[in-house]
C-alpha cells in the first residue's frame, strides 16, 4: 500500500521567510496530493493540493510542486506570517480511494 | 458550501461503556465517509472507509466488533467506540466524499475529543 513520509518533523523560521515542507510517496498509482493546515484541536483545513497531471500549483502565498518521476512533492509558503503557525500535513491517494497522511512538520513562525 | 458537522464535540465516558458519535454532511450528498483517529502530536490515522447503504472496510489493526461504523444514509455515518476502555482516548474525526466523478476532496469534521476515564 502507499506509504508517505514528510520532513522536516519541525521547522521554525522568522516571520517573512519561507518555508518549504517535503513529501515522498511510494505508490505510482497516487493521483491526488493534498495539502492541510491542522491547528491544535481543529480539523485538517484543506490549504493546496494538486494532481498529477500538473507540475506545479500556485495560491497567493503557498504553492506546491510535483515530481512524478522522483515521488515527491513539496509545499512553499512565502512571507511567512506568526498565524502560518500550526501544524501541516501532506497526503497521496489514487483517485477517490483513501487518503493516506504524512507524519506532520510544526511549522513556527517567530516574529 | 460542502460542510461536514460532528456530534458531539467532546464526550468522557466511563470505562466499558459504549460511546456513539455521529458524522453528518450538511449540504451534499456523501457517497464515501472516513474515520480517522488522531493521538496526540501524531498524524491522522485511517480507521475505517463507510459507503452508504454498505458494510464499512476497516483498516489492518482496528477492531471491527469494537469500532462498529453504520452508513445508513448519504448524509449520515456514525462510529460508536463499544467498551470503551482508556487507550481509546483520542480525537476522532470524520471526513465525507461528495458524490461528484471530478472532485477528489474530502470534507472533514470539527471532530469528537473522547475521554475514557
Known amino acids: 500500500g502507499e506509504n508517505v513520509e514528510q520532513h522536516p518533523s519541525t521547522l521554525s523560521v522568522q516571520e517573512g521567510d519561507s518555508a518549504v515542507i517535503k513529501c515522498t510517496y511510494s505508490?505510482?498509482?497516487?493521483?491526488?496530493f493534498p495539502w492541510y493546515k491542522q491547528e491544535l484541536g481543529k480539523r485538517p483545513q484543506l490549504i493546496i493540493d494538486?494532481?498529477?497531471?500538473?507540475g506545479e500549483k500556485k495560491d497567493q502565498r503557498i504553492a506546491v510542486t510535483l515530481n512524478k518521476t522522483a515521488k515527491h512533492f513539496s509545499l512553499h509558503i512565502t512571507e511567512t506570517q506568526p498565524e502560518d503557525s500550526a501544524v501541516y500535513f501532506c497526503?497521496?491517494?489514487?483517485?477517490?480511494?483513501?487518503?493516506?497522511f504524512g507524519t506532520g512538520t510544526r511549522l513556527l513562525v517567530s516574529p | 458550501g460542502a460542510v461536514v458537522s460532528q456530534h458531539p464535540s467532546w464526550v468522557i465516558c466511563k470505562s466499558g461503556t459504549s460511546v456513539k458519535i455521529e458524522c453528518r454532511s450538511l449540504?451534499?450528498?456523501?457517497?464515501?465517509m472516513f474515520w480517522y483517529r488522531q493521538f496526540p502530536k501524531q498524524s491522522l490515522m485511517l480507521m475505517a472507509t463507510?459507503?452508504?447503504?454498505?458494510?464499512?472496510?476497516?483498516e489492518q489493526g482496528v477492531e471491527k466488533d469494537k469500532f462498529l461504523i453504520n452508513h445508513a444514509s448519504l448524509t449520515l455515518s456514525t462510529l460508536t467506540v463499544t467498551s470503551a476502555h482508556p487507550e481509546d482516548s483520542s480525537f476522532y474525526i470524520c471526513?465525507?466524499?461528495?458524490?461528484?466523478?471530478?472532485?477528489?476532496?474530502?470534507?472533514f469534521g470539527p471532530g469528537t475529543r473522547l475521554t475514557v476515564t
Open positions: 497526503a497521496a491517494s489514487e483517485g477517490f480511494q483513501k487518503l493516506v
Open positions: 463507510s459507503n452508504e447503504g454498505s458494510k464499512a472496510t476497516y
Open positions: 494538486i494532481r498529477s497531471n500538473v
Open positions: 505508490d505510482s498509482a497516487s493521483n491526488y
Open positions: 449540504d451534499f450528498q456523501a457517497t464515501t
Open positions: 471526513s465525507a466524499r461528495a458524490r461528484d466523478k471530478l472532485n477528489y476532496e474530502q470534507y
